[in-house]
Structures are given as structure tokens and as C-alpha cells.
């Protein structure tokens, strides 16, 4: 991280930690991404998966299920949309890409019966971007969302929690997609897999997670292309 600040390196690829492992050694952060972002300087930064036909992000990441509708907030919401849209790689046919934004219940609370965070919530923040200019739809049900984005009918996805967006992304793109951190004033990314000890000392392992996250860093690296930051889109 120094020498990204430093200006001494341009990205950085992480392999997985053991999350359990490093909390019994001391270390408080959940996660790389909560620590990248601290030492950075960030005050957010969005985890999301790449894959070929897919990029979803996460409004929340490593927290217990029973506490995300308290993370949730409709001004994080709009920083997260903004940020990953800035994120879409342009494309000469789409002025603006196409954001599908999850809803947090099933059917997205099905107008209040399964919850009201999504009107409360999710609603006003996809109301504020599609303001500002976004081409931003939701809330939407999970089920029905990622399946369009794969089908090509949205360039990325806003999930709210981990295990909304993990399953989908790993059935689509079992071994080749990429966790990158939106946000960071340098490029970051990872593999999308754990530690896999079950595994360890079999010769088993299979490099193409970290391969393809090398590569994704490098393509994000490469000369010419600006970094991604906060705020960056339609004003």
C-alpha cells in the first residue's frame, strides 16, 4: 500500500487470507478491503466481482446477515452506484451504462408485504441517481436482476449483501472472475476464492483465479487509462 501511495507501483494483487487465522492473530479488519481502505485514506470503497458476462458489486461485505438492513443507507447507496458505474469500461453504442440496483427482501419487499427497506431505502437512492443522470434501475429482485445483467440487458449489478452476488458470479464464472476494489486510489485486485486448506499439500490447486486477477490488474494499468474514483460519472 505505501508504494502504491508512493506512486511506486500502480496496482496490487492479493492472494486469500484466512480471515479466522488473521483475527487470532491480532488483525481487527474484516478483510483486505476493509483494511486497503483505512490505510488508504477512503472513507468507501466497493467490493465487485468481474467476469465475462457480469460485475456486481456489494453494498455490504463481510457482515453477518442479521445486521445489513442497519448498514443500509440511500446516501452510501448513491456513493456505491456512482462508483460503480464509473467503473463500466465505456462502449461506443451507450452513452451511460445500465445499472440494475437489487432489492434487499424477496421480490424486493413486494410493496411492503416482505419488508419495507427497499421503498424506504433502495428506492430514493435509485430515484437520486436516476436524477443525476444515471441510467439506473431498481429496486429489483435479486433473481431477476443478475440473470438480465448475464443475459446482457444491464452492464453491472448492485447487490446488497455477500451471498446475494457470490453464488451467481461463481456459477457463471466458476475460475475467471475478479475481485477488484472500487475506490482506491490505486488499482486492487484478488482472486474470488478462500485459503481452500481442505486442499492444501494435494497438488490440486488450481492457479487461474489468481492468473486472471494479474491480468485484470494489469488490463486496469495499463498506459492511458484514468483511475477510478469516487464520485466520477454524470454530476
Given amino acids: 500500500v505505501a508504494l502504491a501511495l508512493a506512486g511506486?507501483?500502480?496496482?496490487?494483487?492479493?492472494?486469500?487470507?484466512?480471515?479466522?487465522?488473521?483475527?487470532a492473530a491480532g488483525h481487527t479488519h474484516p478483510g483486505h478491503t476493509e483494511l486497503l481502505c483505512e490505510d488508504a485514506g477512503c472513507s468507501r470503497v466497493l467490493m465487485c466481482f468481474v467476469a465475462d458476462r457480469l460485475r456486481v458489486a456489494l453494498a455490504t461485505i463481510h457482515v453477518p446477515l442479521r445486521r445489513v438492513p442497519d448498514l443500509l443507507e440511500s446516501s452510501a447507496l448513491v456513493a456505491d452506484i456512482r462508483l460503480l458505474a464509473a467503473s463500466v469500461p465505456p462502449r461506443a453504442s451507450r452513452e451511460a451504462p445500465r445499472i440494475a440496483v437489487c432489492g434487499l427482501n424477496p421480490h424486493a419487499g413486494e410493496g411492503g408485504l416482505f419488508g419495507t427497506e427497499d421503498a424506504e431505502i433502495i428506492a430514493p437512492a435509485v430515484a437520486a441517481c436516476r436524477e443525476a443522470g444515471f441510467d439506473v434501475s431498481g429496486p429489483l429482485p435479486a433473481d431477476a436482476a443478475i440473470p438480465a445483467a448475464v443475459a446482457g440487458r444491464y452492464e453491472a449489478v448492485l447487490a446488497m449483501y455477500h451471498d446475494q452476488a457470490l453464488p451467481a458470479v461463481k456459477s457463471v464464472a466458476p475460475r475467471s472472475s475478479v475481485n477488484v476494489t472500487l475506490g482506491l486510489p490505486f488499482v486492487r485486485t484478488s482472486v474470488d476464492h478462500g485459503t481452500a486448506f481442505d486442499i492444501a499439500g494435494h497438488g490440486s490447486a488450481d492457479p487461474e483465479g489468481l492468473r486472471v486477477a494479474i491480468l485484470e490488474a494489469r488490463r486496469m494499468c495499463r498506459p492511458g487509462r484514468s483511475q477510478i474514483a469516487p464520485g466520477a460519472g454524470p454530476q
Fill in 8 to 23: 511506486d507501483v500502480e496496482g496490487l494483487v492479493t492472494a486469500p487470507i484466512h480471515k479466522g487465522a488473521w483475527h
